[in-house]
């Protein structure tokens, strides 16, 4: 990714440059969630050291309960959020953080930082209230300058992946909200699109981190929340959504 992904336009410029421009030495908290562990130490080292890049690490997480209990006990200024995570995604996240990212005085602020570049991941976390999408390829350098700029209120995108959210909200060949999807919880999605892709129940069980049984539960309340009858139905509904 390249330094525009961040930046749109605007010269590099450090988190520590900011905070000097600003006449201050502002340090910006973050919380870090992503299932790799070692992705997660990669990150730490590149911005975490915060004489350098002003941004403090002040806890991680590894799954969505995780990450809601340590975003809920050090209230960080931003969280860079994975989009696929172990517990309903990072779309569960943000939904269990409503609240903080709604208060006034002391906003919890969402960047995602994903591999994925697939429109409903970006569309789906930017629904979910996050601040702004980039991809793990992005420099240490334009990831400070994307937490600072966060940090302010502003949104962040990478100019592709600002086209999906654009085209999302700006198309008239179908409505920007899909009541039917959206009455199915984070978990039930991964859920269809892995059964509709055609993986058998213990597999589904399996990327998902998930029993056999869980994933029957959540296929038996998909059927029943989107009125069908049974797997053929459920592939044909998501075929015809372009989810698989």
Not at 24 to 37: I, Q, S
Not at 81 to 88: A, E, K, M, Y
Request: glycine share 8%.
């Amino acid at each position: 990714m390249s330094s525009d992904d961040a930046q749109q336009g605007q010269a590099p410029q450090s988190g520590a440059d900011q905070a000097g421009a600003a006449g201050e030495e502002r340090t910006v908290r973050v919380v870090l969630v992503d299932d790799h562990r070692m992705f997660r130490t990669g990150v730490q080292a590149e911005i975490g050291v915060t004489e350098r890049t002003r941004v403090e690490v002040v806890g991680e997480a590894a799954d969505v309960d995780q990450a809601v209990t340590v975003i809920t006990a050090t209230r960080p200024e931003v969280v860079l959020l994975d989009v696929h995570l172990p517990g309903g995604g990072g779309v569960e996240v943000l939904r269990r953080s409503a609240t903080m990212m709604a208060d006034p005085e002391r906003p919890v602020r969402f960047l995602a930082l994903s591999v994925s570049d697939a429109a409903e991941d970006v569309i789906g976390v930017i629904r979910g209230g996050a601040r702004g999408y980039v991809t793990k390829t992005i420099t240490g350098t334009d990831l400070v300058n994307a937490i600072f700029r966060v940090a302010d209120g502003d949104a962040v995108f990478s100019p592709r992946l600002a086209g999906f959210v654009l085209d999302a909200f700006a198309s008239t060949d179908a409505p920007p909200v899909d009541e039917a999807l959206d009455c199915l919880t984070q978990r039930e999605r991964e859920v269809l699109r892995l059964i509709a892709r055609g993986y058998a129940y213990k597999e589904v069980g399996k990327q998902l981190f998930i029993s056999v049984k869980t994933v029957e539960s959540h296929v038996s309340a998909v059927l029943r929340k989107l009125q069908l009858s049974n797997r053929s139905e459920l592939t044909r509904w998501a075929a015809a959504r372009r989810l698989v």
